[in-house]
């Protein structure tokens, strides 16, 4: 089992910066990628980038390409956000992929980001 919990979500106004951090604990052996979604009322869920664990490569949605940077380190993964938009605001979830004798995805419990004009 793996548990996970972000923080660092908050109200911000556009052009501003915030960064989340998820913190992974339980099982954390055979973690393949880790990613950050965000959801809104209207739109389903989608990744906004992701790391995979073996090599370190990253990918991002356009629309945050440019402005936000996934890292990792140790067990916590980050979202560096720049140049916030009102688009941005949304639900962030932290999620791992764990591959063992089974692929299992994991979810945190989600945080609000928040963007005013």
């Known amino acids: 089992q793996v548990q996970l919990v972000e923080s660092g979500g908050g109200l911000v106004q556009a052009g501003g910066s915030l960064r989340l951090a998820c913190a992974v604990s339980?099982?954390?052996?055979?973690?393949?990628?880790m990613g950050w979604y965000r959801q809104t009322p209207a739109k389903e869920r989608e990744v906004v980038a992701s790391i995979t664990t073996s090599d370190g490569s990253t990918n991002y949605a356009d629309s945050v390409k440019g402005r936000f940077t996934i890292s990792k380190s140790g067990d916590t993964l980050y979202l560096q956000m720049e140049d916030l938009q009102p688009e941005d605001t949304g639900v962030y979830y932290c999620?791992?992929?764990?591959?063992?004798?089974?692929?299992?995805?994991?979810w945190g419990q989600g945080i609000q980001v928040t963007v005013s004009s």
């Open positions: 339980g099982d954390t052996d055979c973690i393949s990628a």
């Open positions: 999620a791992v992929l764990r591959r063992a004798t089974t692929s299992i995805q994991y």
